[in-house]
């Protein structure tokens, strides 16, 4: 349980990350209330959820041209989960004043301004990610 709680709370400070640098990758999220906060963390955990469960079935499926694009694939499955959890988040949770785009995705047209913006954050992202889990999660060390 702990583990989930620093993957979200990682995903929040990777999400943060990515819409301060990546334009057109933005949410509605005002620093001076609270309650903005929780908005942001129910962001991270619809895309912790996402990347927990929907990636490995989808990594698994395209493991065959995985293969043959060097691992290349994995930019795209990476950036199609972002933007199906700006489409989960948007749809589902919209009600309650949210609001994430990547590229104008979903208020706007899916076109390549969505996928180069998607490409681009879930890179962000990633980085971010691992340097964070590096520091934060402790690992076991084999023969000690």
């Known amino acids: 349980m702990l583990e989930f709680v620093i993957k ?10 990515a819409a301060m ?3 057109d990758f933005r949410f509605l999220f005002q620093t ?22 929907i990636k490995p079935v989808v990594k698994a499926l395209a493991m065959p041209i995985g293969f043959l694009t060097m691992g290349m694939v994995a930019f795209v499955i990476n950036a199609a989960l972002l933007l199906g959890t700006a489409y989960i988040v948007n749809t589902f949770v919209n009600g309650n004043g ?36 590096l520091v934060l999660v402790p690992r076991k060390l084999v023969g000690f």
């Open 98 to 133: 949210f609001a994430f785009s990547v590229g104008g995705y979903p208020q706007g047209h899916f076109g390549y301004a969505a996928i180069g913006c998607a490409v681009v954050a879930s890179i962000v992202i990633s980085v971010v990610s691992t340097v964070l889990n």
């Open 32 to 53: 001076d209330k609270p309650e903005d906060w929780l908005k942001i963390l129910v962001i991270a955990l619809v895309f912790a959820l996402v990347n927990s469960y």
């Open 8 to 17: 979200v709370a990682v995903n929040a400070a990777a999400l943060l990350t």
């Open 21 to 23: 640098v990546v334009p």
